[in-house]
């Protein structure tokens, strides 16, 4: 299946995540909820799922899908759609404001928004149905989705890990955002069980590989070296507030939006960067 | 009825090859096996997981596809709820989730297995749509409708096996709109699902007893057509509502706010399950006597 391999450029990568990350950073200052640190986690991913791997249906081609299960990482799929034009800057601005489109979760009928998402473990199921119909109707379509850590609690996303690999769908590749971060605490510490995670998807009969996930070249080239037989599982290890040193594994930033000198450190961090 | 709607869906699949069948580990039975032999492709059997049974069925659907979801009735609505709300009713999706065996029809298996509240639940949803046929002509109808209409959602409450035909002299079923079986002037009977056959016998009772009887199958429960009940409480004395689910949330608090709104002056009468978990284990006949649903009691009644 065609994805882009040997065509991602790396630094190209690194000068739009931390674009993203400063649009982001930007809408910030007009709102209190964000998920900042939700969406800084997945900002490598969601980027190298639009600009290195889906194919956009460029000359009549093959429209490649993203759905966002994880739904409160959003605000990154927003800054990319706003980059590609599908969302303009008015309805980025316009972000979880009474008369604006855009919400903390993603809202199915809004621009480049394919399902409504934001209640964990429900992503992965409908991911699985768009895959089938897409087979059926015997298009060569991928879906690409990103999960959360919680949403692998979740009993649903089992089910649909088995449906996925017991159904033969082979145009799935997931991704976890790994950043062992919940409200209550690192994964790691209250579900210890939860790891493996590559194991446990290999055991229900998935390709899987652990990437690290502020890498983009590796995680492209973890897709695009899969074998193509079986629905992918890339497990992304990530850092929750990815590349705002206040922010990174501190998970008051699940939610809450900087202040005005937490803004301004954030943004020097961010030039400091490139 | 569950075969009758195995044919219908099977006639709609071979003219659309959109429409998709998601089973939980429960087939239709009867000529679904044709439809799974003929389009593999379109039968997924997702086994015991009915979340994902909602979850794969709106998948489909925000593709373009026409999916049915099918398990019993308690399994199809009660344990993806979240999935039916979220997936299906906020994204508004041509989703038909159906339930089979719906009420207290599977009356051995214990309160597991019952849904006396679905029209409730269901109901509570925002775009969700509910059909409930009275017999399997009825079936046949509601499943054509449910397989070419993309308004949305919808919960097609059906029964099992074994129910006669009902309508055979009825009006033309019409989505939205109270079907007359007979039409009468006296008494008017309300009622929509498998518990129709008993709402017949008491009409027939009614009738030999002098009465000039409508029945009527409210087949479609949401959106309920308000007016058809309004005209039904003005044109006749008496009304009766039957049905097989709790006091809350159905067809008989609904008719009596809309008695209430009009200002009816007929003698409004209601008959449903109770609001309590019956541990019965006899026939279906059995337990719906245990909920004080009986021909003979209604009629004692409504004296």
Redesign the interface.
């Known amino acids: 299946m065609a994805t882009g391999k040997n065509a991602f450029n790396a630094d190209a990568a690194k000068l739009r995540v931390n674009r993203y990350r400063k649009r982001i950073l930007e809408v910030s200052q007009q709102v209190q909820a964000l998920h900042i640190g939700s969406a800084y986690s997945c900002t490598e991913i969601v980027d190298v799922v639009y600009n290195g791997l889906m194919r956009h249906g460029e000359a009549g081609g093959t429209r490649d899908i993203f759905l966002m299960s994880k739904g409160h990482g959003c605000m990154i799929q927003y800054a990319i759609l706003e980059e590609r034009g599908t969302l303009t800057r008015a309805e980025m601005n316009g972000y979880c404001t009474p008369t604006g489109r855009l919400g903390c979760h993603p809202d199915h009928g809004n621009p480049g928004i394919e399902a409504a998402t934001g209640a964990l473990g429900h992503g992965l199921a409908m991911a699985v149905g768009m895959a089938l119909a897409e087979r059926g109707r015997k298009r060569d379509t991928i879906v690409y989705t990103v999960l959360s850590d919680g949403e692998l609690q979740e009993g649903s996303t089992w089910e649909a890990t088995l449906m996925a690999s017991s159904f033969g769908v082979k145009n799935l590749v997931a991704f976890v955002d790994n950043n062992d971060f919940q409200s209550l605490g690192r994964t790691s510490q209250t579900h210890p069980s939860f790891y493996p995670v590559v194991e446990k998807y290999l055991a229900f009969g998935w390709e899987s590989v652990e990437v690290d996930g502020h890498d983009s070249a590796a995680i492209h080239d973890a897709v695009a070296s899969r074998k193509g037989d079986k629905p992918l599982m890339v497990v992304a290890k990530t850092t929750k507030g990815k590349g705002i040193s206040y922010m990174e594994n501190v998970p008051i930033w699940h939610y809450r939006s900087p202040n005005k000198d937490e803004y301004q450190q954030a943004l020097k961090e961010l030039e400091a960067a490139l | 009825m569950r075969n009758t709607f195995s044919e219908a869906l099977y006639d709609e699949a071979k003219k659309n090859?959109d429409i998709?069948i998601v089973v939980a580990d429960i087939s239709p039975g009867g000529t679904i096996a044709k439809f799974s032999t003929e389009y593999p492709?379109?039968f997924?059997n997702?086994?015991v997981?009915e979340?994902?049974m909602?979850?794969?069925?709106?998948?489909?659907?925000?593709?373009?596809?026409q999916?049915f979801a099918y398990t019993i009735a308690t399994f199809s609505l009660y344990r993806p709820f979240?999935?039916v709300r979220?997936?299906l009713c906020?994204?508004?999706l041509p989703v038909t989730v159906v339930g089979m065996g719906s009420g207290v029809i599977y009356s051995t298996l214990g309160g597991t297995h019952h849904t006396q509240e679905d029209i409730a639940v269901a109901g509570a949803i925002p775009n969700m749509q509910i059909i409930a046929p009275c017999d399997p002509a009825e079936c046949t109808e509601a499943t054509r409708h449910c397989a070419t209409q993309k308004v949305g959602p919808i919960y097609l409450r059906i029964g099992k096996t074994g129910e006669p035909n009902l309508t055979k002299d009825a009006e033309p079923w019409q989505f939205g709109k109270l079907r007359y079986l007979r039409r009468g002037s006296d008494v008017c009977i309300l009622s929509y699902g498998v518990i129709m056959k008993m709402a017949t016998q008491i009409a027939d009772s009614l009738a030999v007893g002098g009465k000039s009887v409508s029945l009527v199958s409210c087949h479609t429960l949401k959106p309920l057509d308000r007016e058809g009940i309004a005209q039904a409480l003005r044109t006749h004395k008496q009304v009766i509502v039957i049905e097989e689910h709790a006091p809350q949330g159905g067809l008989a608090p609904q008719t009596k706010q809309i008695a209430w709104d009009i200002k009816a002056t007929c003698r409004l009468d209601t008959f449903t399950l109770q609001d309590k978990f019956i541990h019965n284990y006899g026939s279906h006949d059995d337990l719906l006597a245990a909920h004080g649903l009986s021909p003979q009691r209604i009629l004692v009644a409504i004296a």
């Open positions: 090859p998709y492709e379109r997924i997702v086994g997981a979340q994902s909602i979850g794969i069925a709106a998948g489909l659907a925000l593709r373009g596809c999916p979240e999935m979220d997936d906020y994204q508004n």
